[in-house]
């Protein structure tokens, strides 16, 4: 089958969260041209499941919101114009007798491409695991919450939380200085997250109740009662509530690893992490990882590490296709690309 010139992209990005739009910036600092095939229909990636939540670990940046965080990795990302392309999940990887990569998508559709670095994080579209009850998708556009997009929604209102891990704990911290009361629940007998999390939420007067579930929910409009179970004494009561919040986790679709055949070739780790080095090497010339999706010594599961390691297999990238080319991008401070755009943000 005959590929044009203009179909193949030198380097295209498996995941549009934060690593992988570091990584398109990076990529049009060494002027290659780049695509990003993102599962989503929108991109900022997992970040999107926290956007009211404070990042501080962000190097240079005073603490933002998630949401700032995702906008502002969005513009920084498309800073030269990559090709983006939307609600597509790749399902395989092939590579054809002259050297280039055929990714085929949930579409039925080809990309081509020179390189690839992967970046879709710890999997695919991450959706959390719904509450299984009746009448739950009627209340869910109402005042049941799987996160939570303005912490304002729970002010002065008698909050129940379900779930026992660690985003539950940090939002019955987080909400406790604004709602009137708070309730956590769950089904087990101890909370998963760090002692001084659990402490502090005890401190922080929320109500924690151990072996107890959801088991039916009333309200007109909106949830004004909800029906618990406990699993131990079979016990049920109801209780009355303002706003419902369920953290039972997250549905994470690693599309592109999650079936034993893995026909990509590519070397896993534990949780379908792509095995890789600090570079973004994996065991396929020519195929890279950045951020939560790859595995190797020393790695730092942090945005900040994600940054380092799309820099890095950026880097490799354009040595596998320019074995002369420098080893790293020249800095921004120092790089004429950027002079135009310097201009604009200079002198307006």
């Known amino acids: 089958m005959s590929i044009s010139k203009e179909e193949i992209y030198d380097i295209t990005i498996i995941g549009g969260g934060p690593a992988g739009l570091f990584t398109a910036f990076y990529a049009g600092l060494r002027e290659m041209k780049t695509k ?25 940046l005073t603490p933002l919101t998630g949401r700032e965080l995702i ?14 392309v939307l609600g597509q999940i790749v399902t395989d990887i092939e590579k054809n007798e ?5 990714l085929t998508t949930s579409a039925e559709e080809r990309h081509y491409s020179k390189t690839i670095v992967i970046a879709t994080g710890m999997g695919g579209v991450i959706s959390p695991l719904k509450l299984e009850v009746p009448r739950a998708n009627e209340f869910e556009s109402k005042n049941l919450y799987y996160k939570v997009l303005d912490v304002n929604e ?11 891990g660690p985003s539950s704990i940090d939002w019955g911290n987080d909400l406790s200085p604004i709602a009137k009361e708070i309730t956590l629940i769950y089904r087990g007998d101890d909370l998963k997250g760090l002692e001084s999390t659990k402490t502090k939420l005890i401190n922080n007067g929320v109500n924690i109740v151990f072996n107890t579930e959801i088991h039916e929910l009333a309200g007109e409009d909106e949830v004004s009662e909800v029906v618990l ?25 690693n599309y592109l690893f999650n079936n034993e055949q893995n026909k990509t ?14 570079n973004g090497n994996t ?35 354009k040595l596998y296709m320019e074995p002369d080319a420098h080893k790293t991008a020249i800095v921004s401070s120092h790089n004429d690309i950027l002079d135009e755009k310097n201009k604009v943000y200079l002198y307006g």
């Open 265 to 278: 070739g590519l070397e896993l780790g534990d949780y379908f992490q792509v095995k890789s080095d600090a």
């Open 71 to 84: 906008d502002q990795s969005i513009k920084q990302g498309l800073t030269f114009d990559p090709a983006v």
């Open 36 to 60: 990003i095939i993102e599962a989503d229909n929108k991109l900022g990636g997992k970040v999107h499941v926290y956007p009211q939540k404070m990042v501080w670990d962000v190097g240079g």
């Open 98 to 102: 002259d050297g280039i990569f055929m």
């Open 229 to 253: 179970y406990n699993n131990k004494t079979n016990e049920r009561y109801t209780m009355p509530v303002d706003a419902l919040l369920v953290n039972h986790g997250y549905n994470k679709d």
């Open 154 to 164: 729970f002010r002065g209102k008698s909050l129940l939380i379900s779930g026992g």
């Open 283 to 317: 065991n396929l010339p020519g195929i890279y990882g950045a951020g939560d999706c790859v595995s190797y010594e020393g790695k730092l599961k942090l945005i900040a590490g994600a940054y380092q390691d799309a820099a890095n297999a950026v880097n490799s990238a």
